[in-house]
């Protein structure tokens, strides 16, 4: 029988095994480091909100906050314009209350005397939303702390080395404390390296992360309404969201801020000819809601994109009914429709109710017809875009596959600036209204759009591309054919 290695001769030599352990530390921080949620609100970035208020698509900023007690800004941006906003602040911890006004390049400035939950409440136009959030200020991570305790060892380390070296004959214990320095210098260059997937400390005001969370919490379940319940055509009304935790039953409102916004509500007719993208105001814990206005009697669909704090994002929908006399669909529509096909110079809405709309008559078709040889010239790809019209939209291919990748471009008028974090949205809707797609323009530079999107099934779809200049916001309806 071979004998035993004596476990001893496993083991590295001292100094080796130290390396070694000190790797698998490193190595194992990195990897249990979890990635930033992504739309949390951090200390040291602006928090963002889209808000349709008093008929006008704004964003609300809130400003990044570096110390506490001190003043909190809030800055508001139009599309194109907005209301004076009335801001009420409120602390969640000691119901303290500053009060302040802000317009579009006056901003607001409140005072915040701790971090942690506050309420801004924001009214207009007789519409009241109320936005919770947290201030919040970073402390420092630990591992700067470790730098900077690691570099003034170090530097105290090589000055006694020296000093014993200098004074010493054996060279021993002066080698010995350059060798411990020369590490606390290593360990402080690494930190500095790996700083970035290190994982941050907590700031001050965070909300306290339940352990155990690692299955998030459960989607949310809805309930689409509308104020009135049976709604009349040109007649203004509220479509309300209701939020419910289905394992406890109580209203949602942890929602996390997802693309600049609460929730994005996009609400279109059945015929595709109606559609509306507004940002609901929260008018109480797991309540949104967003006053519209439709031209026609009919069935509507609503979807309401959000996310639920550890939970993910989610895609409600809903449908309601407007009732009404059916109006001729040749004759004027209410002042709030518009030329879908007009260029957008036209079609820009110039009342902010519809800032995100488009009504009017059918879209243009953006594909050929399935089986035409001879593709519609507005369909034809890349190059020729050049010179445009803006409104434009080419396929390419021209004639989209399902399951397959299909470029969309879109001739803007005017260099888009960002709404609601990006240069342009596209949103695309199965014509049944089963299936509702949302994509993001893939940062072309220049007076045009380009998205990437995959129909996920032969039919007709009806599509609505978004951007906002300093006219505001123009959407470019079109209809797009995925032949079989
Ligand atoms: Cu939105």
């Known amino acids: 029988m071979r ?30 480091a979890s990635p930033a ?5 951090r200390a040291g970035a602006d928090l963002r909100i889209a808000q349709t208020i008093a008929g006008a698509e704004l964003t609300l900023v809130i400003k990044a906050t570096t110390r506490v007690p001190g003043p909190l800004r809030v800055e508001v941006v139009g599309f194109p314009t907005a209301p004076a906003l009335d801001l009420r602040l409120r602390s969640m911890t000691d119901g303290r209350v500053t009060h302040g006004t802000v317009a579009p390049g006056r901003p607001s400035q409140l005072r915040v005397e701790e971090t942690g939950p506050h309420e801004l409440t924001v009214a207009a136009g007789g519409e009241i939303a109320t936005i919770p959030f947290r201030v919040l200020v970073d402390r420092g991570s630990g591992w700067e702390y470790l730098i900077y305790g690691g570099l003034f060892t170090a530097g105290l380390l090589l000055v006694g080395g020296l000093l014993s070296g200098a004074f010493n004959r054996r060279g021993r214990p002066a080698f010995v404390v350059t060798a411990v320095a020369a590490a606390g210098i290593s360990v402080a260059a690494l930190i500095v390296v790996l700083e970035p997937w290190l994982p941050a400390g907590s700031p001050d005001g965070a909300e306290p992360r339940p352990t155990g969370s690692a299955l998030g919490r459960p989607y949310v379940q809805r309930m689409v309404s509308t104020v009135p319940a049976h709604p009349a055509a040109g007649e203004e009304f509220v479509t309300r969201v209701e939020l419910f935790d289905g394992s406890t039953g109580r209203p949602v409102d942890d929602l996390a801020v997802h ?47 959000l996310e639920r704090t550890d939970s993910g994002g989610q895609l409600l929908t809903g449908s309601f009914t407007v009732a009404g006399p059916e109006s001729p669909p040749t004759t004027s529509p209410d002042p709030d429709a518009r030329d879908a096909t007009a260029p957008p110079e036209t079609g820009d809405a110039s009342d902010g109710r519809d800032a995100t709309a488009s009504t009017g008559p059918k879209p243009r078709d ?13 369909s034809s790809p890349g190059p020729g875009i050049r010179g445009a019209e803006a409104g434009t939209v080419t396929m390419t291919p021209a004639v989209p596959q399902s399951g397959r990748p299909a470029t969309i471009q879109v001739v803007t008028s005017g260099t888009p600036k960002p709404w609601l974090g990006m240069a342009g949205h596209l949103i695309v809707r199965a014509e049944d209204g089963e299936f509702l797609g949302h994509v993001h323009e893939m940062g072309t530079p220049g007076s045009r759009l380009r998205f990437t999107f995959g129909f996920p099934a032969p039919g007709r779809y009806f599509a609505w591309a978004q951007y906002a200049t300093d006219r505001g916001i123009t959407t470019v309806p079109f209809t797009v054919e995925v032949p079989r």
């Open 3 to 32: 004998p035993l290695r004596s476990l001893r001769s496993l083991r590295p030599a001292g100094p080796l095994r130290l390396l070694r352990l000190f790797c698998l530390a490193v190595l194992l921080t990195v990897a249990s």
């Open 259 to 305: 693309h600049e916004a609460m929730a994005h509500l996009v609400v279109t007719s059945e015929d595709g000819r109606y559609f509306r993208h507004v940002h609901p105001l929260r008018t109480a814990p797991g309540r949104l809601e967003a006053r519209l206005r439709a031209d026609r009697p009919g069935r509507y669909l609503a979807y309401v994109e």
């Open 366 to 378: 953006a594909t050929a017809p399935p089986g035409a040889g001879d593709p519609d010239p507005a």
């Open 37 to 41: 949620v992504a739309h949390d609100v």
